[in-house]
T-cell receptor, first 115, second 112 residues
Framework: AQTVTQSQPEMSVQEAETVTLSCTYDTSESDYYLFWYKQPPSRQMILVIRQEAYKQQNATENRFSVNFQKAAKSFSLKISDSQLGDAAMYFCAYRGNNAGNMLTFGGGTRLMVKP | GAGVSQSPSNKVTEKGKDVELRCDPISGHTALYWYRQSLGQGLEFLIYFQGNSAPDKSGLPSDRFSAERTGGSVSTLTIQRTQQEDSAVYLC??????????FGPGTRLLVL
């Protein structure tokens, strides 16, 4: 079974600075997808970024980028120019090629942004 | 377009009562998922529907939990004889075949 580990329960960053959230996973599959979701206090899970394992190029979405190291099974999220609105829980998730494509989530990292 | 909607937003019930949670997926999304988010267990998969196929119930924690999806659209998650450990946020997500899952705002269930 796949597992996803987020080793940082909480992180703090100064507004306008850069922060990196860590995620590692364990799988025997070679083809899979990885995601970062943001969950603000409203509870709505919002997709931040996704990465296909077969792609070597790291995904980027505006201020959000990932460092995907397939051999190391590492998938970190970098947030540049942090904004107050970035404060939230961040979940790393794995989706393999099982029939249902259900997500396996890490335990989450609470990001606080200091003004 | 409209996103995934869930109702009620919050539900307080007494131990032993039955509850029904509703999910309205994004129009045209054939796949629908239920997840549970609790303090002790994190985010866990519960059940998955794809089109008219039999649902994947492998994540349901006990036979007190059941779900149905009528007409390939709206889904209802039912918890019978609720227990305090059922207190959690229940999240619904939907997607088309190869795309990303989009989540609703969840239902926070509190069992007293």
């Amino acid at each position: 079974a796949q597992t996803v580990t987020q080793s940082q329960p909480e992180m703090s960053v100064q507004e306008a600075e850069t922060v990196t959230l860590s995620c590692t996973y364990d799988t025997s599959e070679s083809d899979y997808y990885l995601f970062w979701y943001k969950q603000p206090p409203s509870r709505q899970m919002i997709l931040v970024i996704r990465q296909e394992a077969y792609k070597q190029q790291n995904a980027t979405e505006n201020r959000f980028s990932v460092n995907f190291q397939k051999a190391a099974k590492s998938f970190s999220l970098k947030i540049s120019d942090s904004q107050l609105g970035d404060a939230a829980m961040y979940f790393c998730a794995y989706r393999g090629n099982n029939a249902g494509n259900m997500l396996t989530f890490g335990g989450g990292t609470r990001l606080m942004v200091k003004p | 377009g409209a996103g995934v909607s869930q109702s009620p937003s919050n539900k307080v019930t007494e131990k032993g009562k039955d509850v029904e949670l509703r999910c309205d997926p994004i129009s045209g999304h054939t796949a629908l998922y239920w997840y549970r988010q609790s303090l002790g267990q994190g985010l866990e998969f519960l059940i998955y529907f794809q089109g008219n196929s039999a649902p994947d119930k492998s994540g349901l924690p006990s036979d007190r939990f059941s779900a149905e999806r009528t007409g390939g659209s709206v889904s209802t998650l039912t918890i019978q004889r609720t227990q305090q450990e059922d207190s959690a946020v229940y999240l619904c997500a939907s997607k088309t075949l190869w795309e990303t899952q989009y989540f609703g705002p969840g239902t926070r269930l509190l069992v007293l």
